[in-house]
C-alpha cells in the first residue's frame, strides 16, 4: 500500500471517530434549553433568548467540540446593540446564578475581552462559551454552513485540521495559538488557492462588510445575507466553465501542510485574505497598518478584524513547526499507521483507531473494523431537526420573537429550495 493510500484510509478512520454522534447533538440541544431556563429565570434578561451559534450551527464540530451561546437580549423585530459595560453586567448576572444554580464547573468571567466572554463546564464536560447580542457570530456560522455546499470536502478538512492542531497543541487563543475559527478561514484560503480553486474569493459570496449589514430589523438583515450569498453560491456552482478538483481527502491534507509549513516566514510580511483569496503585502494594505500582530488572517465578514490576533510570535514559530514536522512524518518512507495516528489525532482519540503495522486494501489485521458507534446522520436530516426545534417561524419582520424560542440557521430548506441549482428555464 502506497503511503498516499494509507494516508486516505487513516483520515477516513479518524473523520469515522470524531463525527459527532446522535447524542452529541442531543446533549448539546439539552445544554441549550437548560441555559434558556437559567436566563428566563433573571429579571434584567427578562424575554431574551438563548441561541447556538460557532461550529455547532456551521456543523463544523467533533464529538468533544465547545458550544458557542449568544444571549440575544429582547428589543421586538431590531437588532439591538448593546455597549460593552452593559454586556458586562448581564454576565454578571448569569455567572451568579450558575453559582447559585450549581452543577456548572469552571466558570470563568473574561469581562476585558474584546467581546466579553463567559466560560464554563457543562455536568457532560462540554466546554460552553456564552457572549451577548452576537448575531454577527451566529451569521458567520451560517455562512461557514453554506459554503460546505459548494464542497463536501471542506467539513471534512476543518474536523481533521482541528483534531491534528488539538494533537499539537495549536488550538488554544488562551496561550498565543490559534482559535478554532481561524483554523477553519485557512482551510477556506486553501480550497481558495488550490489548483484548481474549490472556494471562489469570499467576496464573491459575499461583497462587502456583513457585519456591517447587520441593522435594522433582524429578519431583514438576516434575509438580506442569506439571499445574497443564496444567488452566489448557486451562481458559482453552476458555472459549467469552472475546472474541477479532483484531489483526494489526502492530497487536500498533504497540501494544506505544505502550504503553511512556512507561516511564520511568509507572516511577517504578508497576511492572510479569504475575502480575496489570496496572501496580500501588508506594507501595501492601508487596513493592516500598522503592523502589531504575528501573524494576520482577516476575518473576511467583519474586515479589517484579525482573527488571529492572540498568536504569540513565539507560538507562531511552533504552529509553523508543527505544520514542517507533521508534513516530513507524512512523508516518512518507513510510516505506518501508527505512526499517522500519532501525528494526527490525540492520544485519546487514537485508542479508538486500529493501528496495525500495515493494512491491506480497507481491511484490518483482524478483519473487523474498530466498534464506534454509527455516526451522526447526514446534516441535511440533522438541519430538519433544527427546524423542529422552532415553536414557530417569525412570523414577520415586525413580530416580536417568543421568549423560549432557540433560532439556529434555516439550513435544511435553504438546502432544498435555495442552494441547489436551479433550471433557469
Avoid at 471517530?17 to 447524542?23: D, M
Avoid at 470563568?108 to 452576537?134: M, V
Avoid at 422552532?390 to 438546502?415: D, F, G, L, M, Y
Amino acid at each position: 500500500m502506497s503511503g498516499g493510500q494509507l494516508l486516505e484510509l487513516t483520515l477516513r478512520d479518524i473523520l469515522q471517530v470524531i463525527n459527532p454522534l446522535r447524542e452529541d447533538w442531543s446533549i448539546r440541544f439539552y445544554i441549550i434549553n437548560e441555559l434558556q431556563a437559567v436566563v428566563q429565570s433573571i429579571e434584567s434578561l427578562r424575554g431574551a433568548t438563548v441561541e447556538p451559534f460557532g461550529s455547532f450551527v456551521s456543523n463544523l464540530f467533533t464529538r468533544w467540540g465547545d458550544l458557542d451561546i449568544s444571549i440575544e437580549l429582547s428589543n421586538g423585530s431590531h437588532i439591538l446593540s448593546a455597549g460593552k459595560k452593559h454586556k458586562q453586567m448581564l454576565l454578571n448576572d448569569v455567572l451568579r446564578v450558575l453559582r447559585t444554580k450549581g452543577g456548572w464547573r469552571n466558570l470563568h468571567f473574561f469581562a476585558n475581552a474584546r467581546i466579553p466572554i463567559l466560560k464554563l463546564e457543562t455536568s457532560h464536560s462540554i466546554s460552553c462559551d456564552i457572549s451577548i447580542n452576537n448575531l454577527s457570530g451566529q451569521m458567520k456560522s451560517k455562512l461557514l454552513f453554506w459554503m460546505n455546499e459548494i464542497d463536501g470536502r471542506f467539513r471534512d478538512m476543518v474536523l481533521l485540521i482541528k483534531e491534528w492542531a488539538k494533537a499539537h497543541n495549536i488550538n488554544d487563543p488562551k496561550f498565543g495559538s490559534l482559535n478554532s475559527y481561524s483554523l477553519s478561514l485557512l482551510v477556506v484560503f486553501h480550497f481558495q488557492t488550490c489548483v484548481p480553486a474549490i472556494f471562489p474569493p469570499l467576496k464573491e459570496i459575499y461583497p462587502g462588510n456583513m457585519v456591517d449589514d447587520l441593522i435594522g430589523v433582524r429578519a431583514l438583515a438576516e434575509k438580506h445575507v442569506e439571499e445574497t450569498c443564496a444567488v452566489n453560491i448557486n451562481r458559482y456552482r453552476s458555472d459549467s466553465s469552472r475546472l474541477t478538483n479532483h484531489s483526494s481527502l489526502s492530497q487536500l491534507f498533504m497540501s494544506f501542510l505544505e502550504k503553511f509549513s512556512d507561516i511564520s516566514a511568509k507572516a511577517a510580511t504578508q497576511g492572510i485574505s479569504p475575502y480575496t483569496g489570496q496572501w496580500e503585502d501588508i506594507d501595501t494594505n492601508m487596513r493592516w497598518l500598522p503592523k502589531t500582530y504575528a501573524v494576520f488572517i482577516e476575518d473576511p465578514f467583519e474586515q479589517p478584524v484579525n482573527t488571529a490576533r492572540t498568536v504569540s510570535n513565539k507560538q507562531l514559530a511552533r504552529i509553523s513547526n508543527s505544520f514542517q514536522t507533521t508534513l516530513n512524518m507524512v512523508n516518512a518512507a518507513n510510516q505506518d499507521q501508527s505512526m499517522l495516528v500519532s501525528a494526527l489525532v490525540r492520544p485519546q482519540i487514537s485508542q479508538f483507531l486500529v493501528k496495525p503495522p500495515f493494512r491491506c486494501q480497507s481491511s484490518h489485521s483482524n478483519g473487523t473494523r474498530p466498534q464506534i458507534p454509527r455516526a451522526m446522520q447526514p446534516a441535511g436530516r440533522v438541519q430538519d431537526q433544527f427546524q423542529n426545534r422552532r415553536s414557530q417561524k417569525r412570523q414577520n419582520e415586525t413580530n416580536q420573537r417568543p421568549a423560549q424560542v432557540v433560532h439556529i440557521p434555516k439550513v435544511h430548506s435553504q438546502v432544498q429550495q435555495v442552494w441547489r441549482p436551479r433550471s433557469e428555464s
